[in-house]
């Protein structure tokens, strides 16, 4: 019979690694699929993901089962997540301009949402090839205060419901909804910005 998460961490809690290695199996793919959500970069999120698991080695008792262990472990990949993000911002300058193709550096790529470059809402000048929409927005993204990137990458990368945001961040619904509507709003003005017309986000 499989054992609870309840019996597994009081295993790990009396330092049984058999107890730890099984919920090691159960959660390190959820855990890692929610921090590459976030930091958008799979080596990254590999050392992410093994943190979280020593945290709950080393703090197991920490856990005070009010919520589900998932949501737990979770909670702690992306206060991981966004402290890696906040010295990544701190490091590095970020100009207006787009990087170079081929420039971007280790763990420091921002990904663009698939939303943000669909042909739905592509710009109507045809001169601007898709890489380049990408490369554009990609510095434009990467410019939005940390508090907006974060729940953008959340919403739309990491495909977590507003609820779900709202939850991870410790902060209400509305907050998100806003932080989430005025990222859209600086996206639409940075491309008015460049000269180029691109349709509304709403």
Do not use: C
């Amino acid at each position: 019979m499989e054992q609870t998460d309840e019996e597994l961490v009081d295993r790990v809690d009396h330092a049984e690694q058999d107890g730890f290695s099984l919920l090691f199996e159960r959660y390190r793919a959820t855990v890692h699929t929610h921090v590459v959500g976030i930091v958008r970069g799979t080596a990254t999120a590999d050392d992410l993901t093994q943190e979280v698991f020593l945290r709950l080695w080393h703090r197991a008792t920490q856990w005070k089962r009010e919520a589900p262990l998932e949501s737990w472990l979770r909670r702690i990949g992306t206060n991981l997540a966004l402290n890696h993000l906040r010295t990544i911002r701190r490091r590095r300058e970020q100009p207006m301009q787009p990087a170079r193709e081929g420039h971007e550096e280790e763990g420091q790529k921002v990904e663009v949402p698939a939303w943000m470059i669909d042909v739905s809402t592509a710009a109507p000048d045809e001169a601007l090839s898709r890489s380049e929409h990408r490369r554009m927005l990609q510095s434009i993204v990467g410019g939005l205060p940390h508090d907006k990137q974060v729940v953008m990458r959340m919403v739309y990368e990491a495909h977590m419901e507003t609820r779900q945001v709202a939850d991870e961040l410790g902060i209400p619904v509305g907050t998100v909804k806003s932080r989430q509507f005025q990222a859209r709003q600086q996206i639409a003005r940075s491309w008015k910005e460049m000269d180029i017309d691109w349709e509304d986000f709403e």
